[in-house]
């Protein structure tokens, strides 16, 4: 069974300019997470989906941040404008329970 | 509103000793509670949880936790260490279900021969 994807696995931009992020979950989980992690700070919790719908969104820090879940498969994370504070590691995570099971993340790095 | 605390940033032991990595938590309802371990440059693996069955929980690679409601904590122990288990460990906590979890800050083990 393949685990939690995410695309890219670094991605190097400069202030003011826009991100895509990827997740692809486990096939068949209904909740996808986001997480970010700053440098030097706890992993703090964005989003959560359950299909195509959020959930939970109280995590999200500002409207720079776009999250869908189209056809409640894979989704994406967009930041735009990138800002200086938005670098970290973005991680994603799905589950069917409880349980939730992690991506690699993506290494944000705003210049 | 739950919070974790994790005690210590940083943590070193010499290979077979015994490890320690401290977790407190706070939490207004029944706590479900993890430990996940992160190896450099992959993703959060799942060590362990304590999900209101057993109070000492045992996981992989021969960690263990006791989750104790009187002092709010949920330490993660094994009794010899070995030089893979060198990363950083963090500890979460939920309310249950789906909701979202709620980190630690996060405790790097450096293993020394």
């Known amino acids: 069974e393949a685990g939690v994807t995410q695309f890219p696995s670094h991605s190097v931009i400069e202030k003011g300019q826009t991100v895509t992020l990827r997740c692809d979950p486990i096939s068949g989980h209904d909740n996808l997470y986001w997480y970010r992690r700053v440098m030097g700070k706890e992993i703090k919790f964005l989003l959560h989906?359950?299909?195509?719908?959020?959930?939970?969104e109280s995590g999200m820090p500002n409207n720079r941040f776009l999250a869908e879940r189209t056809g409640g498969t894979y989704s994406t994370l967009k930041v735009q404008p990138a800002e200086l504070e938005d670098s970290g590691v973005y991680f994603c995570?799905?589950?069917?329970?409880?349980?939730?099971?992690f991506g690699p993340g993506t290494r944000l790095t705003v210049t | 509103a739950q919070s974790v605390t994790q005690l210590g940033s940083h943590v070193s032991v010499s290979e077979g000793a015994l490890v320690l990595l401290r977790c407190n938590y706070s939490?207004?309802?029944?706590?479900?509670l993890f430990w996940y371990v992160q190896y450099p440059n992959q993703g959060l693996q799942l060590l362990l949880k304590y999900t209101s069955a057993a109070t000492l929980v045992k996981g992989i690679n021969g960690f263990e936790a006791e989750f104790k409601k009187s002092e709010t904590s949920f330490h993660l122990t094994k009794p010899s260490a070995h030089m893979s288990d060198a990363a950083e460990y963090f500890c979460?906590?939920?309310?249950?279900?789906?909701?979202?979890?709620?980190f630690g800050a996060g405790t790097r083990l450096a293993v020394h021969p």
């Open positions: 939490s207004s309802v029944p706590p479900y």
């Open positions: 979460a906590v939920t309310s249950g279900g789906y909701n979202k979890l709620i």
């Open positions: 995570a799905s589950s069917q329970d409880h349980e939730q099971y």
């Open positions: 989906f359950v299909k195509e719908s959020k959930q939970d």
